[in-house]
């Protein structure tokens, strides 16, 4: 997991903070105040298993990634060193970073289709596919939260009501709303 890499040269000022690099799904934990070459003495550690889409979140002990294909890692913050993880979800699209709230970790599934087919719908019910799941911070605990999401791109709970808040990519294709479509 951790292994030296090419950066440019980056100054952090205000904190220790996770930088991601897509193209190779690097991420990177750098020594706050660092300043000219990041990628020597001030990346603390860094982790190749990440995702391109999703941002890994924190609650300031453990890093939760969840990658774009729904593999859920836990790293200690400060080490890397893996808690738990790899560990499947469930097969689907992953667009947006989980949240953590409530001392729970939520992460939302995408679906292929804008309406799922009939023959489908038990799957989708079963692993929260199109939906949001929601599992206890240690990995366990998995439930499905919420269904009806065609691909989250961003989620968050409204402050007043509590909601669940979903910030929803459409394929814009109107033939796949349509009863019967592939």
């Not at 000219?36 to 190749?48: E, P, Y």
């Not at 859920?72 to 970073?97: D, F």
């Amino acid at each position: 997991q951790n292994q030296p890499v090419d950066q440019p040269q980056a100054e952090v000022k205000d904190s220790a903070e996770i930088s991601r690099q897509t193209e190779a799904t690097l991420a990177h934990h750098l020594e706050a105040f660092g300043k000219g070459d990041v990628t020597g003495k001030r990346r603390l550690w860094s982790f190749d298993r990440g995702p391109d889409v999703p941002t890994p979140t924190t609650d300031g002990t453990r890093l939760y990634v969840v990658t774009d294909k729904g593999i859920l890692w836990c790293l200690e913050l400060q080490t890397g060193k893996t808690i738990y993880g790899p560990q499947r979800l469930a097969v689907g699209t992953y667009s947006a970073s989980p949240l953590l709230a409530d001392g729970k970790l939520y992460i939302a599934l995408g679906q292929p289709f804008n309406v799922p087919p009939p023959e489908k719908m038990e799957k989708y019910d079963k692993y929260g596919l199109g939906g949001i799941i929601r599992i206890n911070t240690d990995g366990t605990g998995r439930e499905v939260f919420a269904r009806g999401i065609r691909n989250s791109v961003g989620m968050d709970f409204d402050p007043d009501t509590g909601d669940p808040v979903v910030a929803d990519e459409d394929t814009g294709n109107e033939a796949d709303d349509e009863e019967g479509a592939a």
